[in-house]
C-alpha cells in the first residue's frame, strides 16, 4: 500500500509546485476582494459568509471553523494579523477554486481517499498563497526587493513562512 503523504509529495513535485489554473484563478479572485475593500468584506458581499472571531475552546481547538448552518467562517483569536488573512484565503480557496482543485484531484489516479484530500489540503493552501501573493506583482515584487523575504512579507502582509513558501511556487 502506497504512503498517502509521500504520493501527495510526488504529485506536488512532479507539478514543481506550480498550478497555473490556481494561479490564474486567484488573479481574478484577488481584483475581486480588492475592489470588494478586502476579503472579510467579500466573503459578506459575495458569499452572505460573516467572521467571527473565538477563543480556542470554543471552536475545540481549532484555528478554522466554517458553520454552514449558520453561515459563518469561525477563526481563532489566537491568529495573528497574516495567519487570519492566510485562514481566510484557504476558505474562500476551498469554496471559490473548488472547480479548480477538484479537477486537478480527478486528473490523478490517487491510490485512495487520503491522498487526494491531502492533494485537496495542499492546493486550497496554494490557493490561498496565490490569492494574498498574486503570481505576476509577486514575481515583480521579488525581482525588485532581490529576494528579501522580510521585506516581502511586509509588503504582502504575510508571515516568513508564507512567503518562502510561496517562493517555491513561482514555476511559470
Known amino acids: 500500500e502506497s504512503d498517502p503523504v509521500a504520493e501527495a509529495r510526488r504529485f506536488l513535485a512532479g507539478r514543481r509546485n506550480h498550478f497555473a489554473e ?27 459568509v460573516r467572521l ?36 481566510i484565503a484557504v476558505h474562500v480557496a476551498y469554496t471559490s477554486m473548488r472547480g479548480e482543485i477538484s479537477a486537478l484531484v480527478r486528473a490523478e489516479a490517487f491510490s485512495g481517499k487520503t ?24 514575481a515583480r515584487a521579488v525581482e525588485a526587493r532581490a529576494y528579501d523575504v522580510e521585506a516581502l512579507s511586509r509588503q504582502f502582509g504575510a508571515s516568513f513562512e508564507q512567503v518562502a513558501h510561496r517562493l517555491t511556487t513561482l514555476g511559470r
Not at 30 to 36: G, P
Not at 56 to 85: C, F, I, K
Not at 115 to 138: E, I
Open 115 to 138: 491522498t487526494a484530500n491531502l492533494v485537496r489540503r495542499a492546493l486550497a493552501g496554494y490557493g490561498a498563497a496565490a490569492l494574498l501573493m498574486p503570481y505576476d506583482k509577486f
Open 22 to 48: 490556481l494561479d490564474a484563478r486567484a488573479e481574478q479572485l484577488a481584483a475581486e476582494i480588492a475592489e470588494a475593500g478586502g476579503a472579510e468584506q467579500w466573503l459578506t458581499k459575495r458569499k452572505g
Open 52 to 87: 467571527r472571531i473565538l477563543p480556542p475552546d470554543v471552536l475545540m481547538y481549532s484555528l478554522r471553523r466554517y458553520d454552514r448552518h449558520n453561515e459563518q467562517l469561525l477563526l481563532s483569536d489566537t491568529l495573528d494579523g497574516a495567519s487570519r488573512a492566510y485562514q
